[in-house]
């Protein structure tokens, strides 16, 4: 709930958390799954959720030879003034991006909304922005009273079929 300790503790630890260190983790991980015996190496996909969309998409752009798909659902600061701000490696994405927002969102407003499409679109990104209609940030867990299960039942859907086509 905003405004209660847990909600200030999570804050504490985004603003504390930068790109920078988790791509060095994201580096580690991939490097880990190379090295097991009987793992498929080839592509891989990512997805995050609000603070931890922009990791998603930051490692689409770091590892673009590996990251074949990208999801990124009612993320928080995708453009910012921040050096590392997601909307400035969307150019770098090869794999195939997506990016859903919440209608209803103070951490995503729709004017950001919009100015995020209008890059994704100069870049020339591929993939897609996707605005869910009448939703709040966080529509997809159940546990939360804003949850929205025909909205959080079209993200499944879409984020599987992300990963099918592209990841097989």
């Not at 009612?74 to 050096?83: P, Q």
Request: hydrophobic share 45%; net charge negative; charged share 25%.
């Amino acid at each position: 709930m905003h405004g209660s300790p847990e909600h200030e503790r999570m804050r504490a630890v985004r603003t504390r958390m930068t790109i920078p260190p988790v791509m060095e983790d994201v580096a580690s991980l991939i490097a880990f799954a190379d090295a097991l015996a009987g793992v498929k190496q080839g592509p891989i996909g990512v997805h995050g959720y609000c603070m931890s969309g922009p990791y998603a998409l930051a490692a689409a752009a770091r590892y673009p030879d590996r990251m074949a798909a990208a999801a990124s659902f009612y993320s928080t600061w995708l453009v910012s003034d921040a050096e590392e701000s997601p909307h400035l490696t969307l150019g770098r994405i090869k794999g195939e991006a997506y990016i859903a927002c919440a209608e209803i969102d103070d951490l995503a407003p729709l004017p950001m909304v919009a100015e995020l499409r209008a890059l994704f679109e100069q870049a020339g990104s591929p993939g897609e922005i996707e605005l869910y209609p009448g939703v709040h940030h966080g529509f997809a867990f159940p546990q939360r009273k804003i949850y929205d299960r025909p909205a959080a039942e079209r993200h499944w859907e879409r984020l599987i079929a992300l990963y099918r086509r592209r990841l097989g």
